[in-house]
């Protein structure tokens, strides 16, 4: 294990100047082994969801709802590997566990911004799959441009909203306990188990946890809970067939999202003796593994994306004027 220089004595209170981080379990010995495949998960991400954003930006055919939340989340998942490869990359290129209090909470916004983001255009596309399927009739009127711009608006109010208080609360909070986090990345919940307690930043921290992270999810199951009643009701098995195909992508993108979180709940509710290791590496699976598996998901689940990635990939036939 590696040891922590200039670590706080868990009683005495600060201002918190600096954060120190811990490094992937089992490798902090040697942090330079795990760069390689860091860097190339993240060039992977930034490529495959790259080629989305490019598909879906030049294609005027895709220019629909669905593919409009698609872009959103291929934007968010973009933004969310970038905010988490400084610390990262600090870890394993140098092994600088410590970080300044102000650049540990900058990270800090922008992995919340993006996550609250990501979880909030997988409940808008969980509606748009619900109102096509039950709806399909009123879908082209339910679901207009003016609609959309509504949602993209409460979407950013709601990313801005919950978590710009955020960094200035745990900024200006005393810390009792060692200024230890149990991530390579700075996150809220974690900052604000350091702080002292009775202060406003731990409550507001659990507030913003639970009005995302645990209402989104009841939401886009329910949805499903919709669609899949309709689904029941449709009379041949090649009906339900598509329509489920439609929604493939995305329910493996929801469970792919939420399940590492939902069982690090169950884990601690139930208090199930887990060394503190699987719980960063579920923590890692959470935040590392959609921004990689999300595009590939869509481009083999979706026809439209697939056909237009071949499509753009194949070279131009020149013809010479007889």
Not at 94 to 120: D, K, N, R, T, W
Not at 176 to 184: A, E, K, N, R
Not at 243 to 250: E, L, R, S
Not at 254 to 267: N, Q, R, W
């Amino acid at each position: 294990m590696s040891t922590f220089p200039n670590q706080a004595a868990p009683n005495n209170t600060s201002m918190a100047p600096t954060f120190l981080l811990v490094g992937m379990p089992g490798l902090s010995a040697a942090p330079s082994w795990w760069t390689i495949p860091l860097i190339t998960m993240y060039l992977l991400s930034a490529l495959g969801n790259g080629t989305i954003l490019w598909i879906i930006a030049l294609d005027s055919t895709l220019h629909r709802p669905m593919y409009f939340f698609l872009f959103l989340l291929s934007v968010s998942d973009v933004g969310l590997a970038t905010a988490l490869m400084p610390t990262l990359l600090g870890l394993a290129f140098a092994g600088v566990h410590a970080v300044p209090a102000s650049a540990c909470l900058l990270q800090m916004f922008f992995v919340h911004i993006f996550s609250v983001m990501e979880s909030s255009v997988l409940l808008a596309m969980a509606l748009d799959r619900a109102l096509a399927i039950c709806r399909p009739l009123h879908y082209p009127t339910l679901l207009t441009n003016d609609v959309i711009s509504k949602i993209c608006l409460a979407i950013a109010f709601r990313c801005l909203g919950l978590h710009l208080p955020l960094p200035f609360l745990l900024a200006h909070m005393p810390y009792c306990l060692p200024q230890v986090l149990t991530h390579s990345y700075c996150l809220h919940p974690d900052i604000a188990h350091l702080a002292c307690p009775g202060g406003w930043g731990a409550i507001y921290s659990l507030f913003v946890v639970l009005s995302v992270m645990g209402l989104d999810p009841l939401l886009i199951f329910f949805s499903y809970g919709l669609i899949g009643r309709v689904l029941k009701g449709l009379g041949s098995s090649e009906d339900r067939w598509k329509a489920g195909q439609t929604c493939a992508a995305h329910l493996s993108a929801v469970l792919l999202f939420y399940m590492p979180m939902i069982l690090l709940a169950l884990i601690d509710h139930l208090r199930v003796p887990i060394p503190q290791p699987a719980h960063t590496l579920l923590s890692y699976v959470h935040f590392l593994l959609p921004p990689l598996i999300n595009p590939i998901l869509y481009s083999v689940k979706m026809k439209e994306i697939r056909e237009r990635i071949v499509k753009r990939l194949q070279p131009r036939k020149v013809g010479c004027a007889q």
